[in-house]
């Protein structure tokens, strides 16, 4: 049997190959580090203090020709007039002189409270504020607002008081936890108007201190950091889906029926083809407010293809000969994968999903929301790294397995059993390079949310989460079209096509001879043969 390309390349060829991979993992590095912006930007706002004394539902603008009458400070005279219900806090996004685009993709709010402390007035335990909030656009600056989203939530109130509450210590500020406010999956419109409004009667927003301010935190991706993203993927797109569908061509040229590993090398593919889709083209031209949940859904299709196919890979080299190439023996790791996904996908359905009607909801607005978000992301990061220490024991039991059939080797020629030590090694190779794969995917999984961050090197400004990004993103390309290049049959097998079915099979029937105790008579690789074991045994 012919074998694959990793046991039929000359090592000149797989050093220049491996050179390759990695000249162009450093670059996608360097394109993050050193081109990409960082991928985030976050804008303060200051909330004006618009007076509403009417009460009425017109769109309150902080500034511009139709700005509304305003007051600076509670403090001052007119404000001690006013009913709290008069108040309506405006923030106008982006800044004067400046446009928000479609490049920036998303776009989410983040409130910071400013509460003095007063002895008569103070934030009671457990407080809970009603936010009655609107979102409008516009795409020039005379259009009239138009509405986009109104609704009316409810924000647990987490501030402490870090003095003690005396009379003497009147005025300071309590340190509040920033409340999150509003979640905007699609960035399609140049200006943006949030009215706040904090209904005050006998039983809301009783209890929660002086307000003086209201900042607000707008949060967008960064535009030439999407130009860098959609790139890579345009990039990639079309290689994975040449190369995908050149394996499996590769695969029906085959006398026998794919195996188990064969057809999980190409729902890989299939996979990082999913998630090559550059989608964000046409995002920047249609208001698609589901992109965030669609990215999502790219990843997990990813994520558990790409877990079930390091679980099969290593199982395929420990299984008998007996139990192969069956997708059942390997039901409750899949199932558990499947499970984790299952539950993922849950929690991201019960935010982001309903982001589609109302990007003002929060799982986060509730205890119990809270203690649910958190303990999805804990149980989600143990189980990562739970996975990738079982996928270290399965490499370590694979190494094992690999020396004990080598080492019950028949008697053979010296040059031939070199050979099959240097297909072993290429093996080992290629699953430590694995493991550092899991590795750096496991590491993705877990900081994906962390903030950027930037190192200073000369005249040079490094993004280290953009590098990280790009960096993880080509490793996952890099990695996938190296398993489906390598794992290919061999171009020898073209032989039988040819009409060498002869020559083929005398070159066969030697290397079975020497085989035939340690190894299954199919496979696609010689590697794979040597793990498996056969009755006799």
């Known amino acids: 049997m012919a074998g694959t390309i990793i046991e039929n390349m000359s090592t000149k060829k797989l050093v220049f190959f491996g050179f390759f991979i990695l000249v162009l993992q450093v670059l996608f590095i360097m394109v993050g580090a050193l081109i990409a912006p960082s991928p985030t930007s976050a804008i303060r706002y200051l909330a004006t203090k618009c007076i509403n004394r009417h009460r009425a539902r017109a769109w309150l603008v902080p500034w511009g020709s139709n700005r509304c009458q305003q007051?600076?400070?509670?403090?001052?005279?007119?404000?001690?007039?006013?009913d709290p219900n008069d108040?309506?806090?405006?923030?106008?996004?982006?800044?004067?002189?400046?446009?928000?685009?479609p490049w920036f993709q998303y776009m989410l709010a983040v409130l910071q409270f400013d509460i003095a402390f007063k002895m008569i007035n103070q934030i009671e335990d457990d407080a809970i504020i009603t936010i009655d909030a609107g979102l409008a656009y516009r795409d020039d600056l005379i259009?009239?607002?138009t509405t986009k989203f109104h609704s009316v939530e409810q924000r647990p109130l987490r501030c402490i008081f870090a003095v003690s509450k005396t009379y003497k210590n009147e005025g300071r500020f309590y340190h509040c936890d920033p409340i999150p406010l509003m979640e905007l999956g699609s960035v399609a419109h140049k200006y943006f108007l949030i009215n706040l409004r904090l209904p005050v009667n006998d039983t809301l927003n009783i209890g929660i201190g002086e307000i003086k301010d209201i900042h607000l935190v707008g949060i967008h991706q960064n535009g030439g950091f999407t130009r860098v993203w959609i790139s890579m993927k345009t990039m990639f797109s079309p290689w994975i889906f040449v190369a995908t569908?050149?394996?499996?061509?590769?695969?029906?040229l085959m006398a026998r029926h794919?195996?188990?590993?064969?057809?999980?090398?190409?729902?890989?593919?299939?996979?990082?083809?999913?998630?090559?889709v550059p989608v964000e083209w046409l995002s920047l031209g249609f208001e698609w407010t589901w992109m965030l949940l669609f990215e999502d859904a790219q990843q997990g299709v990813f994520y558990y293809t790409l877990f079930c196919?390091?679980?099969?890979?290593?199982?395929?080299?420990?299984?008998?000969?007996?139990q192969r190439n069956r997708l059942s023996v390997y039901w409750w790791q899949v199932g558990l994968v499947m499970f984790s996904s299952s539950i993922l996908l849950i929690f991201d359905l019960s935010e982001r999903g309903v982001h589609l009607t109302n990007p003002f909801y929060s799982v986060w607005a509730s205890e119990?929301?809270?203690?649910?978000?958190?303990?999805?992301?804990?149980v989600a990061g143990i189980s990562v790294c739970l996975y990738f220490l079982s996928l270290c024991g399965m490499v370590h039991c694979v190494f094992r397995n690999i020396d004990g059939k080598i080492n019950k080797f028949p008697e053979m020629p010296e040059a031939r059993r070199l050979r099959y030590k240097g297909i072993v090694f290429r093996f080992k190779f290629f699953m430590l390079a694995t493991l550092a794969c899991a590795a750096m995917t496991?590491?993705?999984f877990i900081l994906n949310q962390v903030s950027e961050g930037h190192w200073h090197w000369g005249d040079h400004t490094l993004q280290v989460h953009s590098a990280f990004l790009t960096g993880t993103y080509g490793m996952w390309n890099l990695y996938v079209f190296t398993v489906i290049f390598l794992y290919a049959p061999s171009h020898n097998y073209n032989k039988r096509k040819s009409g060498d079915g002869q020559q083929t099979d005398v070159l066969e029937k030697a290397e079975s001879q020497e085989t035939q105790l340690t190894c299954g008579e199919h496979g696609p690789t010689k590697t794979y043969r040597i793990t498996g074991k056969v009755t006799e045994e």
């Open 87 to 101: 108040i309506v806090f405006a923030v106008h996004i982006p800044l004067p002189n400046k446009e928000m685009s």
């Open 309 to 322: 196919f390091w679980i099969i890979f290593c199982g395929e080299h420990l299984m008998d000969q007996s």
């Open 143 to 145: 259009s009239e607002w």
């Open 368 to 378: 119990i929301g809270t203690k649910v978000a958190i303990t999805f992301v804990i």
């Open 258 to 276: 794919p195996v188990l590993l064969e057809k999980v090398i190409f729902a890989l593919g299939i996979s990082v083809m999913f998630l090559n």
């Open 245 to 252: 569908v050149w394996y499996w061509h590769r695969i029906s």
């Open 71 to 82: 007051i600076h400070s509670f403090d001052e005279p007119l404000a001690k007039t006013l």
């Open 442 to 444: 496991v590491i993705f």
